[in-house]
């Protein structure tokens, strides 16, 4: 009877909240974000957005909905959450509705969830605090925008440059791909500057530095706060725990009508049929959202040199092998992980071994060497960061002992001259005793 009333229940929650499944779709085996919760402030965004969203849906992401301010809006419930990560289209909501507050979201990200922030111009306080939340300070001045007299979009109806277009890219091919994005992204927003204290954010593209933050329909009273190259237009944080949030000063960034837009910058003779925000944007939440850059350790196995067997414990000055298998997750499956600064340390208090891993091009990195002359309690310690990857935290424990007092060597080499002076010592006193006592 019990079971029959559990499983009232849960056919009851599932059908309350149709995104509610039965087993994650988010898991270590396959680690690629799938149930998005999209706030707008209208629906018709839906449609202005299309192809970005139409992107995502081909690649297997379920979308649902929402106005910012419905009073039903909920990220967790009964301590599981619904989504694996969330949609922010709604620069001007003052509030959010349901459960959700600055408080909730940020708790959604530390708990591993990704974010796409998009703010634009007069952006709310409740935006502008989940940004300033992760790093990303924008402009004070809600009605100021990003001018760039310089590095602006030839277009015939633009007459105050604030269609920008942006070619100052991250170099790193894992957040934004392997293909170099050959003609520029559009920008009309509000720039923002990254928080110093805070180095898990990183600029992503960056304004030129001729660019410049102010209202455009008033004259520069006073010098701008924003200048130059510290503006970013758009900027990501990879977080301690790996969730990734990507932060836009544009919510038009995402829009159909950049996407098909043909982009000429100022001072430059060829313009492309088409900008570079499409592959832009969709490069990025392929990094985002876990189709690029997540890695997984698996295997990690330690024992001395010619045995197989993992040791509880190792005696000083034992050789030892160590191994550990890293993998690259493309968004579909798991492919060997290539590098050659995956290090090891051997670690107590302080690295007494630190040796980089060797690799085999199959996933296998692998090193060996001497336990040092020190006893005590031990850790392998990997603690690799690289740019665009998650971050890899690897510890094993173990004892190293000294030597027992029937391992030692009988005789010492390096002791043989104490050992014939002793010797010598002995005989001389024979021969001294044997003389004394018989010599008349």
Not at 30 to 57: E, G, K, M, Q, Y
Request: aromatic share 12%; charged share 20%.
């Amino acid at each position: 009877m019990a079971k029959a009333w559990g499983l009232v229940l849960l056919l009851a929650l599932v059908s309350l909240h149709p995104f509610l499944p039965l087993v994650s779709s988010f898991s270590p085996d396959s680690p690629t974000d799938r149930r998005l919760l999209v706030l707008v402030d209208d629906f018709a965004i839906r449609s202005s957005h299309s192809l970005f969203f139409n992107s995502l849906r081909s690649r297997g992401f379920n979308l649902e909905f929402r106005l910012a301010d419905d009073p039903k809006l909920a990220l967790q419930r009964y301590g599981q959450y619904l989504y694996d990560g969330l949609v922010l289209f709604s620069p001007s909501a003052q509030r959010l509705g349901g459960s959700l507050d600055v408080a909730a979201v940020l708790d959604f990200v530390d708990s591993g969830h990704d974010l796409i922030l998009a703010a634009d111009v007069g952006a709310s306080d409740l935006i502008r605090d989940i940004a300033t939340e992760c790093g990303a300070d924008f402009d004070e001045d809600p009605s100021a925008v990003v001018i760039d007299h310089t590095g602006y979009a030839v277009s015939e109806t633009e007459g105050d440059h604030t269609l920008i277009a942006g070619d100052d890219f991250i170099q790193s091919k894992v957040i934004l791909g392997d293909k170099k994005i050959k003609a520029a992204v559009l920008f009309r927003g509000v720039g923002h500057s990254l928080n110093a204290a805070n180095s898990h954010i990183l600029k992503v593209l960056t304004a030129s530095p001729s660019a410049y933050s102010a209202n455009p329909n008033t004259k520069l009273s006073s010098p701008p706060t924003l200048t130059g190259s510290a503006i970013s237009l758009v900027s990501v944080v990879q977080a301690r725990n790996n969730a990734r949030i990507l932060i836009s000063g544009s919510l038009d960034l995402f829009s159909n009508r950049l996407f098909r837009a043909g982009v000429q910058k100022a001072g430059s003779s060829i313009k492309h049929e088409s900008s570079g925000n499409q592959q832009f944007v969709t490069e990025l939440s392929k990094w985002v959202f876990h189709e690029r850059g997540h890695l997984k350790a698996v295997n990690v196995r330690h024992n001395k040199v010619e045995e197989k067997d993992e040791p509880s414990m190792y005696r000083i000055s034992d050789d030892l092998e160590y191994s550990v298998e890293i993998y690259e997750w493309t968004g579909q499956s798991w492919i060997p992980y290539v590098a050659d600064d995956v290090q090891v340390q051997f670690y107590m208090m302080s690295p007494y071994v630190l040796k980089t891993l060797s690799n085999n091009k199959k996933g296998l990195f692998y090193t060996s060497f001497r336990v040092p002359d020190v006893y005590g309690v031990f850790q392998f310690k990997i603690e690799y960061q690289r740019l665009g990857y998650t971050s890899v935290s690897l510890s094993k424990q173990i004892p190293v002992r000294p030597f027992r007092h029937n391992e030692y060597e009988r005789f010492i080499p390096a002791a043989f001259p104490y050992y014939g002076a002793s010797f010598s010592t002995m005989a001389a006193f024979f021969i001294f005793s044997v003389v004394y006592l018989y010599n008349k």
